[in-house]
C-alpha cells in the first residue's frame, strides 16, 4: 500500500511521531540544522517536541506537515504547508533537510517541488509563498530552482546567529508552475 507522493528520489508522507520523533527532536536541537530555522534558537525538551508533533500530526486543513523520506523509507527532513486558505486559494511552505549526510544532493528542492505538486494538483491551490533568512545561501537557491520568485523583504525581522537578518518572502503561482513544470511532480 503506497503512503504519500513520491518523486524521482523521495517521498512526503505524513508525519508519524512514533517514525520521525527522535530524528525531528534531535534536529531541532542540532545547531548546525537550526541554524536557518525560526524555532530553533531554544532548546526543546522530548515533552515539548512530543506536544509539537501531536499538534503537526493531527488532521488540520490549515496545515499539511509531510516527512520527507528516501524511497526506502530513511526520513531526511520535513515539509510543510501552513495557513492554508482553500476560499483564496493560498498557503505559506517551508522545508529542511535534517540529515546533514544528505546537504547538497537538491533533495531540497526535489520535496518542494513535489510540494509544490501537492499544493497545486491535489489542494487547488492558486499560489504558495516561501521565504528564507539573509545569508540562508541554501534556501535562496532551492527558492529560485523551485520557480518561487522574490516580493518582498522585511527587514531585519529576525535575530539569527548574532544579528538582525532580512527576511526574503517568495511566492510561486500556479501558472508559473504550470510553465516551468508542466504539471509534472518534478521538472
Known amino acids: 500500500m503506497a503512503i504519500g507522493w513520491q518523486s524521482e528520489r523521495l517521498q512526503l508522507v505524513p508525519l508519524d511521531k512514533s517514525k520521525h520523533g527522535e530524528n525531528c527532536y534531535r534536529w531541532i536541537n542540532d545547531p548546525d540544522i537550526s541554524d536557518w ?5 531554544f532548546p526543546i525538551t522530548p515533552s515539548a517536541e512530543d506536544k509539537f508533533l501531536d499538534e503537526l500530526s493531527g488532521f488540520s486543513e490549515k496545515n499539511v506537515v509531510f516527512a ?23 498557503a505559506n511552505t517551508g522545508s529542511f533537510i535534517g540529515s546533514k549526510e544528505f546537504h547538497g544532493q537538491g533533495l531540497g528542492t526535489e520535496a518542494s517541488k513535489l510540494r509544490a505538486w501537492y499544493c497545486f494538483h491535489v489542494l487547488g491551490l492558486r499560489l504558495i509563498t516561501s521565504g528564507y533568512i539573509e545569508g540562508n545561501i541554501q534556501s535562496q537557491r532551492m527558492n529560485e530552482k523551485c520557480g518561487y520568485v522574490e516580493f518582498g523583504v522585511i527587514p531585519k525581522q529576525y535575530w539569527k546567529r548574532g544579528m538582525y537578518r532580512d527576511h526574503i518572502q517568495t511566492v510561486l503561482t500556479r501558472e508559473r508552475w504550470m510553465e516551468l513544470s508542466g504539471g509534472a511532480k518534478t521538472w
Open 37 to 41: 530555522i525560526l524555532i530553533g534558537d
Open 68 to 90: 520527507i523520506e528516501l524511497l526506502d523509507g530513511t526520513h531526511i527532513g520535513q515539509s510543510g504547508i501552513h495557513g492554508i486558505d482553500v476560499r483564496h486559494g493560498f
